[in-house]
């Protein structure tokens, strides 16, 4: 579950450090001139049950709310949400994320939260928002500027290491969620496309794609790439920031095995048409997701992203999914393996950007 890889604040990929440095009831000293985190000021995450969270599912503790019964509005401004962002504030996370989220985990390690006298420079807030979090607000006037659809299961492919198959899709909750954010689309700054399913095959993206008139809108978008040459003539006209194509593998053999119903020569025409229009993107990144199947090939991932002029991504594999997780299987010999490769690799200069993500503590 990949969630919006911004530039300026690098959602998804962060330092993963010293985690287990603080007691649960330690909190680190506030400091009046840095917020730990922005999320809960300007971010909301609709998954498939119509929960609403601020953050990554994965990364807090709870939802602040769920569109079945309730507006994005009257989330927004809940019980859960006003708790969230007085915590926030004060640099309390013990009770409302959880360790593994990189924005904690760089927090723990720096002591560093985000600058109020940077808040200007972050794109995807309004100067109303700006104010407001200065004024620290924890009841806000400013809806949500940035959006992440994971509320459809529906993709082209089904990955061995894919959690989608233990959720279900509710065709009224979609529908609901797209009228939702359309409905905040004048303030809207962002919209991620998606953290679950592919966002060529789900018919709500496509249209929000196709059919958007607010040019002010950047789409951040989160793809297998597979379809990307179908649809590329419809939405080149739209404004992009981050591009993340998911592919985990080097080589065609282990890319068909873990992408399975995927092409890995289509896959390499969509890379190149890419490359070809790279000035309509901030940025493009190459996902591993690391397992068993492909953690040898980091190495080989890396100077592929490198040949078409890409950063690169790695997060670890999560669930069971047989013999893939050798983490949670605690596969000592095979980690201590993942180790001596990363550290190799992370000493070797680049002229592109690596997050290692939640692989960060093996450096």
């Not at 279900?168 to 809207?188: F, G, H, M, P, R």
């Not at 080149?236 to 092409?263: C, H, P, T």
């Not at 999560?318 to 992370?346: C, M, P, V, W, Y």
Request: aromatic fraction near 12%.
């Amino acid at each position: 579950m990949l969630i919006y890889l911004n530039k300026t604040t690098r959602y998804l990929y962060s330092r993963f450090k010293d985690l287990n440095i603080l007691s649960k009831k330690e909190k680190i000293p506030e400091n009046k001139n840095n917020i730990l985190c922005l999320k809960p000021f300007y971010f909301a995450e609709i998954t498939t049950n119509g929960d609403v969270y601020t953050c990554c599912p994965g990364w807090i503790r709870f939802p602040i709310g769920n569109i079945k019964n309730k507006t994005i509005k009257e989330i927004w401004n809940g019980s859960r949400a006003i708790y969230i962002r007085k915590k926030i504030y004060n640099g309390e996370w013990q009770n409302i994320c959880n360790q593994i989220c990189p924005i904690i985990s760089q927090y723990i390690h720096d002591k560093k939260g985000i600058s109020y006298d940077d808040l200007e420079l972050l794109n995807y807030l309004s100067p109303k928002l700006v104010e407001e979090i200065r004024s620290k607000k924890i009841i806000l006037e400013s809806l949500p500027t940035v959006f992440n659809f994971s509320n459809s299961t529906q993709c082209n492919l089904s990955c061995i290491m894919c959690s989608r198959k233990n959720q279900k899709n509710d065709q009224d909750l979609i529908l609901k969620a797209e009228k939702e954010v359309l409905s905040c689309i004048s303030t809207i700054k962002r919209i991620v496309l998606t953290g679950m399913g592919e966002p060529f095959f789900r018919q709500d993206s496509k249209r929000l794609l196709f059919n958007n008139k607010n040019k002010e809108i950047v789409f951040d978008i989160i793809t297998n790439g597979l379809l990307l040459n179908e649809y590329w003539d419809k939405i080149k006209n739209q404004r992009f920031g981050n591009l993340l194509i998911s592919i985990d593998a080097a080589e065609k053999k282990v890319y068909e095995k873990i992408r399975k119903g995927g092409s890995w020569d289509t896959l390499q025409r969509s890379l190149n048409l890419v490359k070809d229009n790279k000035n309509h993107f901030e940025s493009i990144t190459l996902n591993m997701t690391v397992m068993r199947s492909n953690y040898t090939q980091i190495p080989d991932f890396i100077e592929m992203s490198k040949s078409y002029g890409f950063n690169v991504s790695f997060q670890r594999i999560r669930g069971s999914h047989a013999n893939e997780n050798f983490f949670i299987t605690k596969d000592i010999d095979t980690i201590n393996k993942l180790q001596k490769l990363i550290n190799k690799e992370d000493k070797i200069s680049k002229n592109i950007q690596i997050f290692w993500g939640d692989l960060f503590e093996y450096i």
